[in-house]
């Protein structure tokens, strides 16, 4: 009887150290945690294969009075997370190339260019929305619109800009030009 109960003591005392062992061996090792941040990364391109930080868009020369003409390019995402916020803002310059004999009987500023007072940003279409601008150059130096788009990881977009010089545009910007400064702004 007496030997039954120390049986049966050992046996409890064994089944306790074996779960009291199998506690205390459930670890779970996790090596190597390491916290980044997204990366935030927009790029532009004319033909949509090779993207760049940096890019000349477009250059339109001989534009007439009632011309409109587009320039197309493609915006990608190339971070690692979802772009919420694009924004475009201009920064506009103008210069004149030379006078011409009609030019200077109207235009007493040689040393600066009329073309933004009259050129027209008309529109702005990206990813079949349609911004309806309507502001000069001029008007746009230094503003920011924000394209009503998002951009997924890796997604390519096409924007086009419709530009026209309406046919009230004068001599006095004739040989004209324009240097447009494009900068796009990616946010979450
Ligand atoms: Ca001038
Ligand atoms: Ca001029």
Redesign the pocket.
């Known amino acids: 009887m007496k030997r039954t109960t120390k049986v049966v003591l050992a046996l409890i005392l064994v089944i306790t150290a074996g779960i009291s062992k199998a506690i205390f061996t459930d670890t779970a090792i996790s090596r190597g945690n390491s916290i980044e941040t997204a990366e935030f990364d927009v790029a532009i391109s004319k033909d949509g294969k090779r993207f760049y930080n940096e890019l000349k868009l477009f250059e339109m020369n001989n534009l007439l009075p009632g011309e409109t003409r587009k320039s197309e390019f493609q915006i990608k995402n190339r971070g690692t997370v979802e772009v919420k916020k694009l924004t475009i803002t201009f920064k506009v310059r103008?210069y004149?190339v030379r006078?011409s004999p009609s030019?200077k009987a109207v235009?007493?500023?040689?040393?600066?260019?009329?073309l933004g007072k009259w050129l027209v940003l008309r529109s702005i279409h990206v990813k079949g929305k349609s911004i309806i601008v309507n502001q000069t150059l001029n008007a746009l130096n230094g503003k920011t619109i924000t394209l009503p788009v998002t951009l997924q990881p890796g997604e390519i977009a096409g924007i086009e800009m419709t530009f026209e010089l309406p046919d009230e545009a004068g001599n006095?910007?004739q040989t004209?030009g324009i240097d447009i400064t494009l900068r796009l702004d990616a946010s979450q």
């Open positions: 103008n004149e006078m030019e235009d007493s500023t040689p040393e600066t260019g009329e006095e910007c004209d």
